[in-house]
């Protein structure tokens, strides 16, 4: 199993982003999936293979993750972002045995 981000760059203070996260996976309702940020791995949000979602309270009422199916996508729309919010943010899935990470996409939050 395979996860390629997409979507990161730089942006104002108060901006918005859309990341993606796409992967060669089937049936993405299977597995939980999330975002994570920095090397460290800091939790961002995730989404259940039950479809329960989870953030974390630094970024709560600000971000929102989906997951298209279809399209086998993973997506992180990011609103009022601020500087504290610069990262490398990681897509990850797991289940079933299986964990994979993406390599990552930069978001720069600078005036």
């Known amino acids: 199993v395979w996860l390629r981000e997409s979507g990161g760059g730089s942006v104002q203070p108060g901006g918005s982003l859309t990341l993606s996260c796409v992967t060669n996976?089937?049936?993405?309702?299977?597995?939980?999936m999330g975002w994570f940020r920095h090397e460290s791995r800091e939790f961002v949000c995730e989404i259940s293979d039950?479809?329960?979602?989870h953030y974390a309270e630094t970024v709560k009422g600000r971000f929102t993750i989906s997951r298209v199916d279809r399209n086998r996508t993973l997506l992180l729309h990011m609103d009022e972002l601020e500087p504290t919010d610069t990262a490398t943010y990681y897509c990850?899935?797991?289940?079933?045995?299986?964990?994979?990470w993406g390599q990552g996409t930069p978001v720069t939050v600078s005036s």
């Open positions: 990850n899935l797991r289940g079933y045995g299986n964990e994979a």
């Open positions: 996976a089937n049936s993405l309702s299977i597995y939980t």
């Open positions: 039950r479809g329960v979602i």
